[in-house]
């Protein structure tokens, strides 16, 4: 629903890579008027001054309701709500720079789909310890949402979920407009971990399309990667619905099937036959999976959650398997496994 452009709500996005600046143009065609900071002064300017990202975005037009500043204190001003959107790994040290200068009463929505290395932490989580927020005041939204296609504009929907239904709603509320929709629900646990866990499974696809696998293989993937994700985020507290919903099996269709997802991609290189680190010169853009897979086999450890797929991810990313060999199954598995 859009608002009235009387007294249009003042949002914020930190980050301005595809999914930042996306997600700032969604915000902004529901009618907010949209701050964006951006880490280089001349990326801030091209957005202001010619309502492009041409490096994220290239071909998109912005709306005129966003600026943007490489300036954190103008840009979170009397935002009402701030939206994150920065790689997982950097967030703990970025909420460390604006921790003084969030407005007291702003929502604090995460756009992210990592977990923290070292800590295991989601992305909620870092921001209510480094912000000291209690979960009310804290939402994610998640979903398949390529960040191209949103930005053309093409009909897509999300969910935006956090511990008070009222904050969901009003998030979602302002993250609406006529091609973009978003549910909610109050799954924070489940909403984060499908949009990390559908990333390691993306991946997986990617590494068999590059081996030039077909589509039972994708398929057994997908399904089986679905189950395993199902199993991990219940051991963690989720509800096994949310897996089924836009932030689990929507978001899983979308990454696996699509050439834009940089997971997806990052796995195809593998599955050619570069190494991990050939592969990390190669991506221009975040893919949130390839560090994400060390901390979910230790959090997956803790709870006895077999991680069949994942495990055999990391063994790719290590070199210690031959990506020919990854299947939706252990290879050493020897007796037969009830679905
Ligand atoms: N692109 C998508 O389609 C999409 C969709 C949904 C969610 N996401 C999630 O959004 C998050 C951001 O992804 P993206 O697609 O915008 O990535 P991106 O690579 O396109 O952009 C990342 C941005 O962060 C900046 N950045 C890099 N290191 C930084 C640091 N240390 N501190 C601050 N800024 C830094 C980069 O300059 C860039 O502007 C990820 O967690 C991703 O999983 C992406
Ligand atoms: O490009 P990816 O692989 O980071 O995926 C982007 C989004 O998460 C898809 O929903």
């Known amino acids: 629903m859009a608002q009235s452009t009387d007294s249009p709500r003042r949002v914020a996005v930190l980050g301005s890579g595809s999914w930042g ?20 002064p001349e990326l801030a300017r091209e957005i202001s001054q010619s309502n492009r990202n041409s490096d994220y975005l290239p071909g998109i037009n912005l709306p005129r309701n966003i600026w943007a500043s490489a300036r954190l204190p103008e ?3 009397g935002a009402e709500q701030v939206y994150l ?19 007291e009463d702003a929502l604090v929505v995460s756009l992210m789909k990592g977990v923290e290395k070292g800590t295991g932490a989601r992305m909620s989580e870092v921001i209510r310890q480094e912000l000291g927020l209690g979960g009310e005041r804290v939402a994610v939204a998640s979903g398949p949402n390529l960040a191209l296609e949103i930005a ?18 009003a998030v979602a509320m ?8 978003s ?5 924070v646990i489940g909403t984060e971990f499908g949009g990390v866990l559908k990333n390691l499974i993306a991946v997986a696809i990617g590494i068999v399309d590059g081996v030039g696998y077909g589509e039972n293989t994708k398929a057994s993937i997908i399904t089986r990667g679905l189950a395993e994700m199902t199993d991990f985020a219940v051991a963690y507290g989720a509800r096994p619905e949310t897996l089924s919903g836009l932030a689990g099996l929507g978001d899983l269709i979308a990454t696996c099937e699509s050439s834009l997802s940089r997971n997806n991609t990052a796995g195809r290189l593998l599955g050619q036959g570069y190494s991990y680190s050939e592969v990390i010169k190669q991506m221009n853009q975040t893919a949130e999976g390839l560090s ?3 901390p979910v086999l230790e959090l997956a450890l803790a709870k006895g959650v077999q991680m069949p797929i994942v495990s ?6 290590a070199g210690t398997l031959n990506p020919r060999d990854i299947a939706p199954h252990l290879t050493t598995d020897e007796l037969p496994q009830g679905e």
Request: aromatic residues 6%.
């Open 21 to 40: 600046t996306t997600f700032a143009k969604i915000l902004a065609d529901g009618g907010s008027s949209v701050a964006m900071w951006a880490r280089r």
């Open 75 to 77: 840009v979170l001003e």
């Open 85 to 103: 959107s920065v790689p997982s790994q950097s967030l703990r040290e970025n909420l460390r720079i604006v921790r003084e200068i969030i407005p």
């Open 152 to 169: 053309k504009e093409q009909p897509t929907a999300a969910v935006v979920s956090s511990e008070s239904i009222d904050t969901a709603t």
């Open 174 to 181: 302002t993250a609406t407009n006529p091609y973009f929709r």
């Open 183 to 187: 549910f909610v629900n109050t799954d």
């Open 292 to 294: 994400s897979v060390a």
């Open 312 to 317: 055999q991810v990391a063994e790719v990313l």
